[in-house]
T-cell receptor
Framework: DADVTQTPRNRITKTGKRIMLECSQT?????MYWYRQDPGLGLRLIYY???????NKGEISDGYSVSRQAQAKFSLSLESAIPNQTALYFC????????????FGPGTRLTVL | AQTVTQSQPEMSVQEAETVTLSCTYD???????LFWYKQPPSRQMILVIR??????QNATENRFSVNFQKAAKSFSLKISDSQLGDAAMYFC?????????????FGTGTRLKVLA
């Protein structure tokens, strides 16, 4: 079984809809992250959480919110989706301290029409 | 602000040959980490190699090695004996956590093609 899972893997939605992307991990890591990947722009950090009670904005948090329901679960929400939020979204985890190597989920391809 | 630049959008290498992917970064911090990640067509991001900035010795992982030049802020990846399975997008990444500010910044990627 995969250590970091994301649901759904693909999603098509309409402008204005609320969308939630979910991430679960079995690696026992404290730290979790959400990124988006756009062609030609690499990955950009949306939000990160170092433990259940610690949530921080990343580089591009506007239009997004997150919830850390448990150590193993970290959800990303788009309250009112817009077309320029069409992207590939990745969840990642890392252990406490150290080199902070990140382990990624398989990604969710989101299309906002 | 920290930046990561990969100036080669695409590279090609013959199978069994060696190829070097370039990465430069800009930072005023002294404590940071650098990474190379691989993204094959399956889109899964996979760690290839990492380097601690305080270590002068270049990291190696089997056929993968880096040339870390801290003063020049350069972090290139060398792939030896290239294999067809090495074909992927490669991303350079920078990580720091200074004064409560966490940063994990990716470059725009280099697409590597391996020719049989």
């Amino acid at each position: 079984d995969a250590d970091v899972t994301q649901t759904p893997r693909n999603r098509i939605t309409k402008t204005g809809k609320r969308i939630m992307l979910e991430c679960s991990q079995t690696k026992g890591h404290d730290r979790m992250y959400w990124y988006r990947q756009d062609p030609g722009l690499g990955l950009r950090l949306i939000y990160y959480s170092f433990d259940v009670k610690d949530i921080n904005k990343g580089e591009i948090s506007d239009g997004y919110s997150v919830s850390r329901q448990a150590q193993a679960k970290f959800s990303l929400s788009l309250e009112s989706a817009i077309p320029n939020q069409t992207a590939l979204y990745f969840c990642a985890t890392s252990g406490r301290g150290g080199t902070d190597t990140q382990y990624f989920g398989p990604g969710t391809r989101l299309t906002v029409l | 602000a920290q930046t990561v630049t990969q100036s080669q959008p695409e590279m090609s290498v013959q199978e069994a040959e060696t190829v070097t992917l370039s990465c430069t970064y800009d930072t005023s911090e002294s404590d940071y980490y650098l990474f190379w990640y691989k993204q094959p067509p399956s889109r899964q991001m996979i760690l290839v190699i990492r380097q601690e900035a305080y270590k002068q010795q270049n990291a190696t992982e089997n056929r993968f090695s880096v040339n870390f030049q801290k003063a020049a802020k350069s972090f290139s990846l060398k792939i030896s004996d290239s294999q067809l399975g090495d074909a992927a997008m490669y991303f350079c990444a920078y990580r720091s956590f200074v004064s409560g500010t966490y940063k994990y910044i990716f470059g725009t990627g280099t697409r590597l093609k391996v020719l049989a």
